[in-house]
C-alpha cells in the first residue's frame, strides 16, 4: 500500500499528485497510446468489478462510471497490482476454472498507464453499454423463497462470526432442484455462506429454541443412511447462481433442512442479517450422481509455535474412473500455500488447483471449465503448507501458540472437497459410488486406526455393500475403542442378527442398553436375536419394551405377534398382527404371520 | 528536501480550518485550548474507516477531557447530511468536520483513510499515520492489532515524552483519489 518514499516531506506539498511508481513517461504518449477512460478502462471494470461493484450488492462502494472510477484510481492501481483485486486466489494453470476472475496483466498495466496519465474520461462515442444488471433474484422469481425464521443481530466489533440458519424446506413430496440462489442478507457483511443438506432435521437440537440459528464455523450432518453428499453449494461476494447441469438436479425429500453456514464480518455499525434462499425446481429426476469426496489430514495438524513451514498431505487412490467437476479447499489462517494435484496411472501430474497466498476471506468453490477426466488408479493428493510464526499477520495467537485441528476459528483445518461424477461403470453392479465411500472409508481407517467414527463409518459402508463378515470386523474394532459405546454396540449386535449368528449378537446389544435403556434400535434387535436363538419368551418382552419407546411402529408389532404365536399365545399374537396391519397394511412379517395364525386357529 | 520544508511552513501559516456540520469555520487546533487534539482523516466509502468507527470511539474515550477527537471528511462531495446520518449509524458522539479543500489534510499529512494526526497543546504536529496494525492489507486484518501508534502518540504527548514513531502510513483508501 505504501507507495511514498520519504513521504513526509512529500506529503506537505499541496495538491501534487505523488506517484513515484511511475514508469510511463508522459513525454513519449502520442495520441494513440493515450489511455481513456471510455475506451480502455470501463470494460475491463464492468468486465470485473461492477458485478460487486453495484447498489445492493457485496462491495463498499460502486464502480459504475468514470466519477466512481476516478475516485478510487489509485486505490485500483493498488489492488489490481497486487491482485488483491478482483479476489481470484488460484495461481494460472492448465486445467481452467469456469468464470475465471484473474485480470490480465496487459489490464493491470493499462489501469496504472491511465492513472499516470491523469485519468482522462476520453470520448462518449468510445464507452460502450454496461452488461446489463439484473437486481434481485439472478435467475428470476424463484419457485420457493424460504427466509430465515430469526435475523441474527451482528455487534459493531468485533471477531468475525460464524453462523447456522436452518431453513426447514416445506414440500409435501421430493422434488429436484436445478438452482438454489443464496441472498445471505446484507451482502456487505457476509463473506461467504454453505448450504448443507440436512435430510434427518439432525441439526435443530442445536438451537436454542426452535428457529433461532445456532453458532459455529464447522458443522457436521449425522446420517443413518448411505446418501452422500453431492453437491457444493457456496455463496461469495460476486458468485452467480449455478444451474446444475442437465440431469444432475438435487433431490429433496419431505422434512429436509437446508442449513445456511455463514462467515459474517463486523462492519464498525449494528447490523442486522437474515439470509433468504431461493430454490429452483425442475421436473426432471436426478441421472447422473455426483458426490462429494474429501481428502483430509487433520489428525496430522499439530504445528509447534513459531514454526513457518508445517505441511500436511494426504494422497488417495481412486478405485474407479471419474469425472473431476469441482473443488474446494478450505484450512483457516495459518494455511498460507495450498495445494492439489493428480497424479494419473501413466505418472503424469496435473495440478488441480494451487493457491500461493491462501485467504479464508475469500474461500471459494471452483469449478473447471470442462469436467476432468480421472481413471481409475489416479493419485489425488493435498499438499498443504501452514505458517505458525509471528510473520504470518493472520496468525490468532500472538505470540504463536501451539495449534490443533479442529472446528473452531482459533483451530486449524486440512480439508479439501472434490466434486466427483462416476464414469465408465456398470449399472448392474449397484450405485458406483458406494466403492469410492468403501475406498474412502478404508482410507480414512488407515489414517486414524484408533479412531472409532472411521471403523464404524467404514463397518456401516461395508455393511450397506452385504460385505456382512469384513463389516462385523470393523464394527468389532470400532467397539473395542469404545466399549461401552451403545451405538457400536448396537450395530456390531445388528450385524451379527443380520449374519444369523444371534447368540454372539445378545452381549452386545445388552451392552447397548446398559448404556441407553431407551434405545430402541438396540430393544428391537435384542427382541430379534433372542428369537434367533427361539427364546420366544425373552424377544416377546424386549418387544413389549420397544413398543413402549415407539408405540406407532409396525415391524415391532409384527414381530410381537410372531413371537407370541411362537409361544402359543394365538389370539394375543393375531391383535398384535392386526394392529401391525392397522398401522402399515403392507406390513410383510404380519400378512404373512396373520394368514399362517388364521390356518392354525381354524384347524382348532 | 529543503523546498518541501519552505512549503510546509508556508503552508502551516496559511490555513487550518474545516468546516462544521452547520458550515461554519472551524480551526481544530485552538478550538479547545490547552488540549492534545487528533484529527481522525475518514472517506464514508471506505470500508476499513468504517470497521475501525469502534475502535476511535474507544480511544477517543480513553483520553476523554485531555484530548479532542476530531473527525475529518476529506471528500466534497459528502454533504454535512450525510455525514450526520453516518456520526448516527455508527454511533460516533465525536465532533466532525468536512475539508473539501484538503487543508486540514495538508496540516495532518493524511494520504489514506483511515489516519490520524496527533497535536501536541504547542500545537505541533508530533505523529501522523495509522491508529494501529489492526490491516496488513486491504483484505487482509489481524485478529487484534499488535502496535498501538495512535494511544501511544496521545499518550507521549500527554506525559510531554517524544514519540517513539512519528509516522507509520496506514492501510485503507487513498485521499489522494478525492479532488
Not at chain 1, 53 to 61: D, K, L, S
Not at chain 2, 5 to 33: E, F, H, K, S, W
Request: hydrophobic share 40%; proline share 8%.
Amino acid at each position: 500500500m505504501i507507495l511514498l518514499a520519504g513521504a513526509g516531506a512529500v506529503g506537505m506539498l499541496a495538491g501534487r499528485p505523488a506517484r513515484p511508481s511511475l514508469r510511463f513517461s508522459a513525454s513519449a504518449a502520442t495520441p494513440a497510446e493515450q489511455v481513456t477512460f471510455n475506451r480502455d478502462i470501463a470494460p475491463i471494470i464492468f468486465q470485473s468489478c461492477t458485478a460487486c461493484h453495484r447498489p445492493g450488492e457485496a462491495a463498499p462502494f460502486s464502480l459504475l462510471n468514470y466519477a466512481d472510477v476516478k475516485k478510487h484510481a489509485r486505490q485500483i492501481v493498488d489492488v489490481t497490482q497486487s491482485r488483491a483485486m478482483p479476489p481470484w486466489l488460484p495461481e494460472p494453470q492448465k486445467l481452467k476454472f469456469a468464470d475465471e476472475l484473474r485480470l490480465a496483466d496487459a489490464e493491470i498495466n493499462l489501469i496504472q498507464r491511465w492513472v499516470e496519465q491523469g485519468e482522462i474520461e476520453g470520448d462518449p462515442a468510445d464507452l460502450r453499454a454496461q452488461p446489463r444488471w439484473v437486481a434481485g433474484w439472478q435467475l428470476g422469481k424463484p419457485d420457493l423463497v424460504l427466509t430465515a425464521n430469526k435475523p441474527l443481530s451482528l455487534p459493531p466489533s468485533g471477531t468475525d462470526t460464524y453462523w447456522n440458519f436452518i431453513f426447514p424446506v416445506p414440500i409435501p413430496e421430493t422434488r429436484w432442484v436445478r438452482a438454489i440462489e443464496i441472498r445471505p442478507g446484507d451482502k456487505r457483511y457476509v463473506h461467504h455462506a454453505n448450504i448443507l443438506v440436512d435430510r434427518e432435521a439432525s441439526s435443530r437440537q442445536r438451537e436454542a429454541e426452535p428457529g433461532a440459528g445456532f453458532g459455529g464455523m464447522e458443522i457436521r450432518i449425522e446420517s443413518q443412511v448411505f446418501d452422500p453428499d453431492s453437491h457444493l453449494l457456496f455463496w461469495k461476494p460476486g458468485t452467480v447462481p449455478y444451474v446444475e447441469p442437465e440431469g444432475m438436479a438435487l433431490r429433496l425429500d419431505k422434512g429436509t433442512d437446508l442449513i445456511l453456514n455463514t462467515h459474517l464480518q463486523p462492519s464498525g455499525k449494528p447490523e442486522v442479517i437474515q439470509p433468504s434462499i431461493g430454490l429452483y425446481f425442475t421436473p426432471h429426476p436426478a441421472t447422473r450422481l455426483p458426490m462429494l469426496l474429501q481428502l483430509e489430514n487433520d489428525v496430522k495438524l499439530d504445528i509447534p509455535p513459531g514454526q513457518k513451514d508445517f505441511v500436511v498431505t494426504d494422497d488417495f487412490t481412486l478405485p474407479i474412473d471419474v469425472e473431476l467437476l469441482a473443488i474446494y479447499p478450505h484450512a483457516h489462517y495459518l494455511g498460507k500455500d495450498i495445494q492439489a494435484f493428480a497424479t494419473l496411472p501413466d505418472g503424469a501430474k496435473e495440478t488441480l488447483i494451487h493457491i500461493p497466498q491462501w485467504n479464508l476471506n475469500w474461500q471459494a468453490v471452483y469449478r473447471y471449465a470442462e469436467p476432468v477426466r480421472l481413471p481409475s488408479g489416479t493419485k489425488l493428493s493435498l499438499r498443504y503448507l501452514y505458517d505458525n510464526s509471528d510473520e504470518n499477520p493472520l496468525n490468532p495467537n500472538h505470540p504463536p501458540a501451539r495449534v490443533r485441528g479442529g472446528n473452531r476459528s482459533s483451530d486449524e483445518m486440512c480439508h479439501l472437497w472434490l466434486q466427483v461424477l462416476p464414469v465408465n461403470f456398470d449399472s448392474a453392479q449397484g450405485d458406483p459410488r458406494m466403492a469410492l465411500q468403501e475406498a474412502l472409508a478404508r482410507h480414512n481407517v488407515e489414517k486414524n486406526p484408533g479412531d472409532f467414527e472411521a471403523h464404524y463409518n467404514l463397518a456401516a459402508m461395508l455393511q450397506a455393500r452385504d460385505k456382512l463378515d469384513a463389516a462385523i470386523k470393523e464394527y468389532e474394532l470400532a467397539v473395542r475403542l469404545r466399549p461401552d459405546d451403545a451405538t457400536g454396540n448396537n450395530a456390531l449386535g445388528a450385524a451379527f442378527v443380520a449374519a444369523e449368528h444371534s447368540s454372539q449378537a445378545v452381549g452386545y446389544l445388552q451392552t447397548a442398553l446398559k448404556t441407553r435403556p431407551d434405545y430402541f434400535d438396540a430393544r428391537y434387535n435384542l427382541g430379534l436375536a433372542l428369537a434367533g436363538q427361539s427364546d420366544f419368551r425373552g424377544a416377546a418382552e424386549q418387544f413389549r419394551l420397544a413398543l413402549q419407546l415407539q408405540p406407532q411402529d409396525a415391524n415391532v408389532e409384527a414381530n410381537l405377534g410372531a413371537a407370541l404365536a411362537q409361544l402359543g399365545q394365538l389370539p394375543e399374537a393375531k391383535s398384535h398382527l392386526e394392529r401391525a396391519l392397522e398401522i402399515d397394511p403392507k406390513q410383510p412379517i404380519a400378512k404373512e404371520n396373520l394368514g399362517a395364525l388364521q390356518k392354525e386357529m381354524n384347524s382348532h | 528536501m529543503i523546498p518541501a520544508l519552505v512549503a510546509c511552513l508556508g503552508l502551516a501559516g496559511a490555513q487550518q480550518t474545516g468546516l462544521d456540520l452547520d458550515d461554519r469555520i472551524v480551526n481544530p487546533l485552538t478550538a479547545d485550548p490547552g488540549k492534545i487534539v487528533v484529527l481522525v482523516f475518514l472517506r464514508r466509502d471506505c470500508p476499513v474507516s468504517s470497521r475501525y468507527a469502534p475502535v476511535i470511539q474507544q480511544i477517543s474515550k480513553q483520553f476523554s477531557g485531555r484530548a479532542t477527537f476530531w473527525l475529518v471528511y476529506p471528500d466534497k462531495s459528502d454533504s454535512p447530511q450525510a455525514i450526520r446520518k453516518y456520526l448516527q449509524d455508527y454511533g460516533y458522539h465525536l465532533p466532525a468536520l468536512r475539508d473539501p479543500d484538503h487543508e486540514l489534510v495538508k496540516l495532518g499529512r493524511a494520504q489514506i483513510t483511515p489516519e490520524v494526526a496527533v497535536f501536541d497543546r504547542a500545537h505541533q504536529l508530533i505523529y501522523d499515520g495509522r491508529i494501529d496494525d489492526w490491516y496488513v492489507e486491504l483484505s487482509r486484518a489481524r485478529s487484534a492489532p499488535t502496535t498501538h501508534e495512535l494511544s501511544d502518540a496521545v499518550g507521549a504527548a500527554l506525559a510531554g515524552k517524544t514519540v517513539a514513531t512519528s509516522e507509520v502510513r496506514g492501510v485503507g483508501c487513498y485521499i489522494s483519489d478525492l479532488e
